[in-house]
């Protein structure tokens, strides 16, 4: 190697030097750059049903809302303590807020980075780990947005061609995805199978508002399992 070309890189290596910031600065902008991009997200999507509540005129009533709130958080309340607890270690502070910006955190994010990180022998929790799980969920967000457009795009034009004797059978599509939930967890305790069924039966034939239903069924079909899984626990330690 000439001592121009030498020189040349030399001063490169300077440069990159130069323009690199320390970890505790990166994580400041980390800060900064994931606390604005969230709640402008927050605010982005909020502004469709505001729009249409208050601008249009379409408000369904806070009864409806604060019920499809609590059937909701019935389900998922737990996971918005444990999931940024459990996955900190592996995504660390940039790819925390990365993660939950693009979202598919257990399916997506978190194997990609995940496996990042074993390819290149980094260690979850060191600096080394969260640049890798960073740049890991980076990538899969890109190519998840990509496929997505062309999935929508495909899609939109495939439901405007096909006859509407399919097109009305989709009502049936969330059902169908609770009924194969719960029976997953049948295989595994038929008991409790056989709860969420009584629990269905119940709020459907039985005197309950509609707009309870859905909640009252979950809640119900929760408690009374955990109920059950207790008191089998304490028969086996007598």
Request: aromatic residues 12%; glycine residues 10%; contains cysteine.
């Amino acid at each position: 190697m000439s001592m121009e070309t030498a020189g040349k890189n030399l001063t490169i290596s300077e440069n990159v030097v130069g323009t690199a910031i320390d970890f505790e600065t990166f994580h400041k902008k980390s800060h900064y750059w994931g606390r604005l991009t969230i709640w402008s997200v927050i605010l982005l999507t909020l502004m469709v049903p505001l729009y249409l509540s208050f601008g249009l005129g379409y408000h369904p009533g806070w009864v409806i809302i604060l019920s499809g709130f609590a059937a909701y958080a019935s389900i998922v309340a737990f996971v918005w303590i444990i999931e940024p607890i459990s996955y900190y270690p592996v995504l660390g502070v940039s790819g925390t807020y990365l993660a939950f910006l693009t979202g598919n955190i257990g399916s997506m994010c978190l194997p990609c980075a995940s496996v990042a990180q074993s390819v290149v022998g980094a260690e979850p929790g060191t600096k080394k780990g969260e640049i890798t799980a960073t740049l890991a969920i980076a990538a899969a967000s890109i190519t998840n947005a990509v496929i997505l457009l062309f999935v929508i795009l495909g899609g939109s034009y495939l439901l405007s061609v096909l006859p509407e004797s399919i097109t009305s059978a989709f009502k049936f599509v969330l059902p169908a995805i609770f009924g194969a939930v719960i029976a997953q967890f049948a295989i595994q305790k038929p008991i409790w199978g056989i709860v969420g069924i009584a629990f269905g039966l119940f709020v459907n034939l039985g005197p309950v508002p509609r707009t309870f239903q859905t909640f009252l069924c979950i809640l119900g079909t929760v408690v009374v399992c955990m109920l059950l899984e207790k008191m089998k626990a304490q028969k086996a330690q007598k």
